[in-house]
């Protein structure tokens, strides 16, 4: 019995949950893709899509975490905010993975609003540092889908080149 049809189903739906996942905060979307893809070029014998088409789509997954990770102290930072705030920021995004889906999204506002009050004591600016950190995490949602979509551009080339 032939079992690459069962792999490349598996492979679809880790591209499709990863998908998901750049949009919904619980879960590693970029990565599951790469898995995905992976998995599909693995099934293949590497045939279609080779170490390199693999290395890039790799970085661009790396990418996708920096991005991740970096996207709410620069979105608090963007504001002059201070190095509080920022820690802030980082720390409700910890935090908020302990109450997901919508932890991984207020966290990083309560936090970053928490540590520039707590610096400054001004209320309207915390609240705009916080905004700015949110600001930050849908820009970095709209970044990643653009790197998935990339990935995605890389493997149906080299697929069918």
Known sequence: ???????????????????????????????????????????????????VALVVLG??????????????????????????????????????????PWGVLIGPFVGALAGEYLHSRRLGLATKVGLATFLGLVIAVALKLGLVMAMLGIFALAWWL
């Open 59 to 100: 970085v661009l997954t790396i990418l996708s975490i920096v991005v991740d990770v970096a996207s709410s102290a620069l979105g608090a930072k963007g504001l002059g905010a201070s190095r509080l705030a920022m820690a802030g920021a980082l720390l409700g995004s910890l935090l908020g993975l302990l109450f997901l």
């Open 1 to 51: 019995m032939d079992t690459s049809f069962i792999f490349y189903l598996i492979a679809g739906l880790l591209v499709l949950v990863g998908i998901a996942g750049v949009v919904l905060p619980a879960l590693p979307g970029v990565p599951l893709v790469f898995a995905g893809l992976l998995l599909a070029a693995w099934v293949d014998g590497f045939a279609h899509v080779g170490w």
